[in-house]
């Protein structure tokens, strides 16, 4: 056996399903730890301060990014996303597993800063399911969609990067097959 990874970082192209597989296996598995991010994109309708992300202003995340405050951020589809340091370690001074779900140049810092953390990559089973998945969430403009599509081009890329690719056909079976990675159960 294998030891227990402690660090899983999910990543994937905008609109793959990985919000939609997170919160379906959480649902399940509520003791699996996600990070929550802070960001400086706008709230979409139903997301809340504290569970979905902090909402934050430039301001506060250009502080956060001086104090040194975040593992890793970046800037995608032109908003700031990055996640906070200490909830992170402490979680794992515990021992408990933990899940970020971030972009792919999330992932590449995270796998220079802590090189021991497992990268898994959820893809999508064709392009043309992609367009129709981020299209379909209708949750942003055209023009947001369309420079997410061309960002999901370049993570879809760097594929080989990662550890491990999940194929996001059916959320149960993904979210299954994700569980069994974080070693959970
Ligand atoms: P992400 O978090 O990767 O940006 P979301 O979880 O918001 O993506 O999913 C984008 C859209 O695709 C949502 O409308 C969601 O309901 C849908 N979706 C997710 N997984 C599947 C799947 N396996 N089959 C069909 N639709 C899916
Ligand atoms: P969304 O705006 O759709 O919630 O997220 C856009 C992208 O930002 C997704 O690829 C998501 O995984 C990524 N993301 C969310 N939080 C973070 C974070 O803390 N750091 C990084 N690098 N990316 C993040």
């Known amino acids: 056996m294998s030891e227990r990874p402690r660090l899983t970082v ?3 192209p905008s ?7 997170v919160s ?13 991010s802070a960001t400086t994109r706008r709230p979409r309708p139903g997301e809340k301060d504290g569970v ?4 934050v202003d430039e301001d506060r995340f250009a502080k956060m990014v001086a104090n040194g405050d975040l593992l890793e951020w970046a800037v995608f589809a032109g908003n700031h996303y990055g996640t906070p340091r200490q909830a ?9 597993p933990v899940l970020l779900e971030i ?3 999330g992932a590449r810092q995270v796998r220079e800063s802590m090189p021991e953390a497992q990268l898994v990559f959820l893809a999508p089973p064709s392009w043309e399911e992609l367009v129709r998945r981020l299209t379909g969430r209708g949750t942003e403009p055209q023009e947001v969609v369309d420079e997410r599509l061309r960002a999901a081009r370049v ?3 760097a594929e080989s990067e990662f550890d491990t690719t999940l194929v996001n056909t059916s959320v149960e079976g993904v979210a299954a097959e994700l569980l069994a990675l974080l070693n959970v159960v």
């Open 52 to 55: 979905h992300y902090y909402f």
């Open 15 to 21: 609109g793959v399903g990985k919000s939609t597989v």
């Open 10 to 12: 999910l990543s994937g």
């Open 155 to 157: 993570e879809l890329a």
């Open 24 to 36: 379906f296996l959480r649902a399940q598995h509520p003791e699996v730890w996600l990070s929550v």
């Open 103 to 105: 972009d792919l140049q």
């Open 88 to 96: 992170v370690l402490d979680r794992l001074a515990s021992g408990a």
